[in-house]
């Protein structure tokens, strides 16, 4: 019966974030406006998309996935954080705890495959404009998604059965506000050497992958836009790229930021790191449909039509 409850544990402890207990309820509260935002701004977006038939191009219907993903992301971290902080709720279960951690990494993992998507697109629209219509058709973006989501499932799910098969006789209070592979991994007595390598292969495969890609994507567009002749179209074949540069950007930066923190900063405290990712994992998805809105003027005349529309009426 020992063993038996070792290798399925009824509940870890998330710890939360140490050292802070006393500014819980303050911290909370930017978590909860930030995922507000992010939920209804990733809403309104899926909105103007699905209803406005001008919006339904390649780009729009990859913003639509990213929106989509973003909310799995951000509602599958901040819920449980808030309950946290605000309510003292430690406790998940070993199946809430796999669950949040197979949806975590699967919307990281699918974000960035649809960020190398919406690059290929970029590219096809500035390198090859005349072939756009041709190339990225309506069964090549459906094979294109349905690819970003096997890929991605395929990937992210030993993850849950690596972490099944290990006892966890020690400790089960984790020295965080989520459940992360290599976290739990870590709590356990056995050895995790596979937990670990194929922690390190994964984000190797897909996302240095994705990375290398993207920087390859945008070599070919900028070759592409210094060759046109009309000042004009070079700032605005630019402006095209600058909504994708900085979701790139917004998406990339903390994320390597955070794994060197982890790998190479052990003089920053643990409380530092925590916050770093929390606020990682809640920032983004606020953030995307505020500069997609702000950048491409197709969605921000709808944004301003709807809201319009809405006081009208």
Request: glycine letters at 4%; aromatic letters at 14%; proline letters at 5%.
């Amino acid at each position: 019966m020992y063993n038996l409850s070792c290798y399925n544990p009824s509940s870890f402890i998330l710890v939360g974030i140490p050292g802070l207990e006393k500014f819980h309820i303050w911290i909370g509260i930017p978590f909860c406006v930030i995922y507000v935002v992010a939920i209804v701004g990733n809403c309104i977006l899926l909105y103007l998309i699905a209803v406005e038939q001008s919006l339904h191009e390649p780009m729009f219907i990859f913003l639509s996935m990213l929106a989509s993903t973003d909310i799995i992301l951000s509602t599958a971290t901040v819920p449980k954080l808030l309950s946290n902080l605000w309510f003292g709720s430690q406790e998940i279960t070993f199946s809430g705890c796999l669950s949040q951690m197979f949806f975590l990494h699967f919307s990281f993992v699918v974000d960035s495959a649809i960020l190398l998507a919406m690059a290929f697109d970029r590219y096809v629209a500035i390198c090859l404009p005349l072939r756009y219509s041709t190339i990225l058709t309506p069964q090549v973006i459906v094979k294109i998604m349905a690819s970003i989501i096997v890929r991605s499932f395929s990937v992210i799910l030993p993850d849950v059965f690596l972490l099944r098969r290990l006892p966890f006789c020690k400790t089960r209070v984790i020295p965080h506000t989520y459940c992360e592979h290599i976290g739990v991994a870590r709590l356990s007595s056995a050895d995790i050497s596979i937990n670990i390598w194929y922690g390190f292969s994964v984000p190797l495969m897909t996302v240095i992958s994705d990375v290398i890609l993207i920087a390859v994507s945008y070599i070919f567009i900028l070759r592409a836009v210094f060759l046109l002749s009309s000042q004009g179209a070079r700032q605005k074949a630019l402006s095209t790229c600058g909504s994708h540069v900085c979701v790139i950007l917004m998406f990339y930066t903390p994320a390597f930021f955070s794994i060197l923190a982890h790998r190479f900063g052990h003089s920053v405290p643990r409380n530092v790191l925590i916050l770093f990712a929390n606020f990682y994992v809640a920032i983004p998805p606020a953030l995307n449909p505020v500069v997609y809105g702000v950048k491409i003027k197709q969605i921000q005349d709808k944004f301003l039509l709807f809201f319009s529309l809405r006081k009208t009426q």
